[in-house]
């Protein structure tokens, strides 16, 4: 496994040196001509950072509210801030009118305000664990469940959602900040994701790359236009309930009945582009395993395992199984990454701490680096943030949040959050460091970690509400420490200032805090959120409820059977792991994700059937066209997601004026 690890990050750091030295040379004369700090941060880019950030705000809702899986989109969301700002300045100049040249230090700057935007709709809870207070949730875990308490809920509410969001986001931009140095030179983290977006940046704004954006420029419009074209086409279509192509019978009746169907979401084929075509195997393994065999299995056992009397929405019938068959396959990889993750962040730490070349000047001034490595770290350690204002920053906004939260939720004690804020910063340093080495945010399964944790501790009456507010607290502050180290590194290698990243985050962070609960409220008020039968199912809000309330009262809260058949799956997804890992590679890469398995339990097989359309998409077009292919499916990804989200706005503003689509297609048997 060791092996394994160590290969893998040595192809990181390989791609790395390769593209940086290929797109982001250093020219001595671009050092002189960087921009200050304040300069890098503009009106243009923040006014394209809001667009972008709102765009992808309800993207990410519409994913969070239908199966919670979400793609990384920071690559496309760099694409969208070069578009954006070409295109503007490209007017400009058709008008006559003189603007400022647009640089790799701006579009870093819109990349990674957007991002922050749009992060907070992807880790606020939305889909999981503030949804999860709701009364519909309460009333699916089911009402007469043990350790479900009826006082146990707390409807959604812009005021308080946005307050929460607001106390617990900003800690997390402060936790790591006096140690980004270390993170980023001395270590020499990769961090894949965020170094792959500064090989894109980089690439746009050399005259090669110039040629080649305008062809991703132009994919992306051309495919952007499809999408919301056909989604809107396809609203005409859907006038009431299972109706439209969304529930078009592909592969006949009773496939559909069974989730088998293609549904034609641009959304998820673009999706399915950008993940790799081991995840979008693993959902559709997933389906076929949940769906295919085993729910029919289940459903001919009624009568035997559950009383026939039960609706199949109870959580001690066939959902019961669903949902924790899920959570003991999700709970089983995300253990299993987690103990690794933290095996390799201390034997790495160990190996640096004991090297006997490691000096106090370190790597930063070491005479025998290559040069533009030098004049990188000179761009990066001359705009110092004061370790002060990070400390009293994280001190101050902790007050705070010790302060508000008890009072949005009595449940959870003041003295559990000053536990919490104690501990986050290792936490945070241990996710960080773990995500750079492997490119795994494993922040959920340490907010899983607290909401188990805080669940027990404080009883039947409040654990459910403490363990799932405690599970929030946590998961935001590791995560947006995380996140932002990401974008420090896309700093380091585009020249960027870390004080300009750091205030683009903050700027972005703020916005996401009004953003993502209005996106929120956008579907929450249109649509049927959380209605199992519905398309926006919201199936980790179950899944986390149920989660607190298996920490409250332990495996009484299983339905019968359903022990044994979770141990089962959680030692599958633990063997799968440890196949992957011991495994020669040739064997390892086709062994199947279990965490992305477990989507398809609770939702459905037809988005699975989406995203291996999309994989399909990019295996055909590398094999005849890899090149081509190589460039343009990020763009034509993001041209897919971004036309069908958008189409989210006016459909939900029709819905919200009961305007209904004049057609109602559907099928049935003749």
């Not at 919490?420 to 945010?441: E, K, Q, R, V």
């Not at 607290?473 to 300009?500: A, E, Y």
Request: hydrophobic letters at 45%; a positive charge; one cysteine or more.
């Amino acid at each position: 496994m060791g092996n394994t690890r160590k290969d893998e990050t040595m192809e990181i750091e390989n791609f790395e040196r390769e593209n940086v030295e290929q797109n982001g040379v250093v020219d001595p004369l671009e050092m002189n001509r960087i921009p200050p700090w304040k300069k890098q941060i503009t009106t243009r880019g923040l006014v394209a950072s809001v667009v972008i950030g709102i765009m992808y705000s309800v993207i990410v809702q519409k994913l969070n509210l239908t199966t919670g899986l979400i793609p990384n989109l920071n690559v496309s969301a760099a694409l969208l801030a070069f578009v954006f700002v070409k295109t503007w300045t490209t007017l400009l100049s058709k008008a006559g009118i003189v603007s400022t040249p647009f640089t790799r230090q701006e579009n870093t700057v819109i990349q990674t305000c957007a991002v922050a935007c749009y992060s907070i709709a992807v880790g606020g809870g939305f889909g999981s664990y503030l949804l999860g207070l709701n009364r519909k949730t309460y009333e699916l875990a089911g009402v007469d469940t043990e350790g479900n308490t009826p006082g146990s809920t707390k409807e959604p509410q812009l005021g308080w959602m946005t307050g929460f969001l607001f106390v617990t986001s900003f800690v997390g931009l402060l936790a790591l900040v006096p140690l980004r140095k270390i993170m980023i030179i001395d270590y020499k983290l990769a961090y894949p994701s965020g170094t792959a977006t500064a090989v894109l940046i980089n690439g746009f704004h050399t005259p090669k790359g110039d040629k080649m954006a305008k062809k991703q420029v132009h994919g992306f419009m051309k495919y952007f236009s499809f999408s919301f074209l056909w989604a809107g086409f396809q609203w005409f279509y859907a006038g009431g309930e299972q109706c439209g192509f969304v529930q078009f019978p592909t592969f006949g009746l009773k496939a559909w009945k069974n989730t088998f169907y293609f549904d034609f979401s641009m959304t998820y084929i673009g999706a399915g582009m950008i993940c790799s075509h081991l995840v979008n195997l693993s959902l559709l393994l997933g389906a076929v395993l949940s769906w295919g065999i085993m729910w029919p299995i289940l459903k001919g056992l009624k009568g035997e395992w559950f009383p026939a009397t039960l609706s199949e929405s109870s959580m001690k019938s066939v959902n019961g199984y669903k949902v924790f068959i899920s959570i003991s396959l999700i709970l089983g990889d995300g253990l299993y990454n987690f103990l690794k993750i933290l095996y390799f962040t201390g034997s790495s730490m160990h190996t640096r701490l004991n090297r006997k070349d490691l000096t106090k000047d370190d790597i930063s001034i070491d005479p025998n680096q290559p040069l533009d490595d030098r004049r990188r770290n000179e761009v990066f350690i001359r705009d110092k943030i004061p370790i002060w204002v990070a400390c009293v920053g994280y001190i101050l906004f902790s007050i705070i949040s010790i302060v508000v939260i008890p009072l949005m939720f009595p449940q959870l004690k003041w003295y559990y959050v000053v536990v919490a804020y104690i501990l986050a910063p290792s936490l945070s340093f241990c996710n960080a460091y773990g995500a750079g080495l492997t490119d795994m945010n494993m922040a959920y399964n340490y907010g899983k970690v607290a909401l188990f944790v805080l669940a027990a501790v404080t009883g039947k009456n409040d654990g459910v509400v403490a363990g799932l507010v405690g599970c929030g607290l946590i998961k935001s502050i590791v995560s947006i420490s995380s996140d932002l180290m990401h974008d420090l590194k896309t700093g380091h290698l585009t020249l960027t200032s870390p004080r300009s990243m750091i205030v683009s985050q903050a700027i972005g962070t703020a916005i996401g805090c009004v953003v993502a609960p209005l996106t929120f409220f956008l579907f929450y008020k249109a649509f049927d959120v959380g209605n199992p039968n519905g398309q926006y199912k919201a199936p980790y809000a179950i899944i986390y409820r149920n989660m607190a309330i298996l920490g409250v009262e332990g495996f009484s809260a299983l339905p019968q059977h359903c022990l044994q058949i979770c141990y089962g799956f959680f030692g599958f997804a633990v063997a799968a792991n440890l196949l992957r890992d011991l495994a020669p590679k040739k064997i390892g890469k086709y062994v199947p994700l279990p965490m992305a398995m477990a989507v398809p339990f609770l939702v459905g097989a037809y988005f699975a059937i989406d995203m291996c359309v999309g994989s399909l998409i990019v295996f055909v077009w590398h094999k005849l066209k890899h090149n081509k292919a190589s460039l343009m499916v990020p763009a034509v990804a993001s041209g897919l997601i971004c036309g069908d989200g958008l189409w989210i706005l006016p459909s939900s503003i029709l819905a919200l004026a009961k305007v209904r689509p004049p057609i109602c297609m559907n099928f049935s048997p003749t």
